[in-house]
């Protein structure tokens, strides 16, 4: 029996509970000892019933004092009998569960686990958990820590921690340890069969901790020793390049459209020592929204361009990447430099000519979007390549590109601000810039959390805005009405009922990822030019979009989306010299959402915010749909296990220095688990 076996093999999985499992992303064995507990009750506690307390959960120990009955009261079949210890009694009743009847019996003890209320004259636990009671002298064996499973609303916690038992019992004596003993033992770590067996039913609050610190440590470890691994190529300081500055690189930045802050001048002259070196640039760009990355990125063209160096730069979307374009085409034009666009929707005529022009070198720069990584496109003379918010790109199609070039200077630009932990494992193989100003002149964006209710107001207060001659984004997070989205705001059905009743005398129109290049891009002009006064959208717009006119932002259902992306969005207005707003609707009372909502009020420092959605959510939400394509972490917190990585890292980078091909049989197990990881490219979609 290998942990690769199918959940089917255990018993009691049909079909059914199959599918149910498979919605929890559990498919063989490994998942389902994988599948952690989020939380754990102790349930050794047993309280008498005369000191429970109402609206509380609480562990008693009882015996069943009159026969369960069944009734039905409107339509639905109910369970009720009563128990008692020698303090006193309670009701338990059990809803649309008619078997329950026979479930228990009369006389005999169970510990019953549930909530305990008033309900009309009587008090009574509903739905409890319980398992019968033969020996009270060794109450331990179920009166114990129990854990508290993520689930489904058709499994329940009973059910899980049944399969879990019944799985461990399979694998357990299947669990290779893939950590040498050497390792184990620096960092006084417990075994894996006692590391896994304990995560689900620890016997104390020290078992729990060494088998936490255990998984959290393997965890994080195989995940950094496979990036570094796989980054081997970016890590290393190749000879690249070694630029000059032009002759025109002093009045190319006086042709600038704005000054540089102080923040951009000591980016740029990192850049700048960057490229004149002999080793070719490995540079990360992180910086704000609205920090002005992209006129470095402009600075950086320009001097490997003048160099007699062609040059790339990939952005993950068409808007994105047209106005990238039109920016570019602007500074350049002056200084003679050829500029091309190719996207999914370039003309087959245009593309033909395009690619000539770039094999010819009459064309020294190329903007586009993944068009760019085809076989056919060929750039021979490839000196800087730029990535823009590099997190949406794979290793594969960073690598793509960089290959069209003989060792190309390489920099990646994000407006995602990264806290620093989750940078470490990102772009550890990097030297890191970040742009830590705005440029002067930007008006602080007011930020209100609000209810639905508050719709009225929210839309006389964009009216007054569009008659003063502003625009508004409102976005969405669902592009159509789903079987399950029936509370959720839709593209289409808010954009008809907008321009049928609440702002007939406006021009409204929608914008969503499924529309095609071509539409999509004649949207985002209109909006641009002012002919759209409200846009409705997906995220699709989170991503560079630059209309200086637009001041309000409304976000919908705005605990759909994590901060960091809610940041993102808040950055497309506030980019002109007018007041901006932006405005969260959401009814959620989850205490987790209100503090997330709260902090977009009182901050829009983007690494403020950035740490906050790492704390509050951890990292595998961290970029609102996992777009930073981290492997998800099933166990480890990047937040709040910061500690344990920087062991990890200390460890791998001494491993590897002292064997980087893990050619030592202590390693075997280790190369065999890495290798089972390339093989799913769970990682190759992490960089």
């Known amino acids: 029996m290998g942990l690769n076996e199918s959940i089917l093999t255990i018993k009691g999985v049909g079909a059914q509970v199959a599918s149910k499992l498979n919605k929890l992303g559990i498919y063989t064995l490994k998942d389902m000892i994988e599948h952690y507990p989020r939380d754990y009750e102790d349930r050794r506690k047993i309280t008498p019933i005369e000191a429970i307390t109402m609206e509380e959960h609480h562990n008693i120990l009882a015996s069943v004092a009159t026969p369960p ?54 008090i009574e636990m509903e739905s409890p958990e319980y398992q019968k009671v033969t020996d009270t002298e060794n109450l331990e064996k179920v009166a114990k820590i129990t854990p508290i499973y993520p689930a489904t609303s058709k499994l329940s916690q009973k059910v899980i921690r049944s399969l879990i038992e019944k799985s461990l019992a399979l694998c357990v004596p299947f ?21 896994v067996t304990s995560i689900h039913f620890p016997k104390n609050g020290t078992a729990f901790f060494e088998a936490r610190k255990r998984l959290v440590f393997e965890e994080l470890f195989m995940l950094q020793l496979s990036l570094y691994r796989l980054k081997a190529d970016f890590a290393q300081k190749y000879e690249g390049i070694s630029y000059h500055l032009p002759e025109d690189f002093k009045s190319f930045l006086e042709k600038l ?20 070196s002999n080793l070719a640039m490995n540079r990360l760009i992180q910086g704000d929204v609205g920090s002005g990355k992209t006129v470095i990125a402009a600075i950086a063209l320009f001097m490997a361009v003048k160099n007699g160096y062609q040059t790339a730069l990939m952005a993950p ?32 005529k245009q593309r033909q000519e395009i690619l000539e022009g770039i094999k010819q070198q009459k064309i020294h720069m190329v903007i586009g979007t993944h068009a760019l990584i085809e076989e056919q496109v060929e750039i021979p003379k490839l000196g800087l390549v730029i990535t823009d918010e590099q997190h949406r790109f794979g290793v594969r199609q960073r ?26 494992i990102l772009y550890g193989d990097m030297d890191i810039s970040i742009i830590d100003e705005l440029p002067p002149g930007r008006v602080p964006i007011q930020t209100n959390g609000v209810e639905s209710s508050y719709h009225t107001r929210i839309y006389r207060f964009i ?44 021009t409204v129109e929608y914008l969503h990822g499924k529309m095609k290049p071509k539409e999509k891009n004649e949207v985002m002009r209109r909006f641009s030019s002012g002919e759209i006064q409200i846009l409705v959208s997906t995220t699709v717009v989170e991503v560079g979009v630059n209309v200086p006119n637009a001041t309000v932002m409304l976000i919908e259902n705005a605990e759909r989306f994590g901060l960091a992306q809610l940041h993102q969005l808040r950055g497309r207005v506030g980019r002109g010299v007018h007041k901006s707003y932006c405005i969260l609707v959401s009814d959620s009372k989850n205490k987790v959402t209100q503090k997330r909502l709260k ?31 981290l492997p998800e972490m099933k166990i480890a917190n990047l937040y709040t296990d910061a500690k344990v990585l920087k062991e990890v890292q200390y460890c791998v980078k001494n491993i ?4 980087p091909l893990l050619k030592k049989s202590d390693y075997r197990e280790l190369v065999k688990e890495i290798q089972e990881l390339a093989a799913k490219e769970v990682l190759h979609r992490a960089l």
């Open 656 to 659: 590897l220095h002292q064997d």
């Open 399 to 424: 690598l793509k590109l960089t290959e069209k070039g003989m060792r190309p200077d390489v920099m990646v630009m994000t407006a995602t601000p990264i806290p620093r932990t989750l940078a470490l």
């Open 69 to 122: 009955q069944v009734t039905k009261k409107a339509g639905k079949i109910i369970v009720t009998f009563r128990v008692k210890d020698s303090t006193g009694s309670i009701y338990v009743t059990f809803y649309g569960q008619a078997y329950m009847k026979n479930n228990f019996q009369m006389g005999e003890k169970y510990l019953l686990y549930g909530k305990v209320r008033r309900k009309y004259a009587k």
């Open 175 to 195: 669990l290779e340890d893939c950590l040498p003993e050497a390792i184990k033992k620096q960092y006084d770590l417990v075994e894996k069969t006692e590391a």
């Open 599 to 629: 902090i977009m009020e009182e901050s829009t420092d983007g690494f403020v915010i950035a740490e906050t959605d790492l704390k509050l959510r951890g990292p595998g939400e961290f970029f609102g749909t996992r777009q930073h394509g």
């Open 463 to 506: 009216e007054k805005q569009l008659l003063e001659g502003r625009q508004c984004y409102i976005i969405c997070p669902m592009v159509e009405e789903s079987e399950n989205g029936g509370e959720l705001q839709n593209v289409l059905e808010y954009t008809a009922e907008l321009k049928a009743d609440v702002f007939s005398s406006f």
């Open 257 to 276: 459209p704005f000054s540089l802050t102080a923040a951009q001048k000591r980016v740029v002259q990192e850049i700048v020592e960057d490229m004149k």
């Open 317 to 348: 979307t068409e808007v994105l990447a047209v106005q990238h374009y039109g920016f570019l085409q602007s500074l350049m034009a002056p200084f003679n430099i050829e500029i091309a666009l190719l996207t999914g929707s370039t003309t087959k």
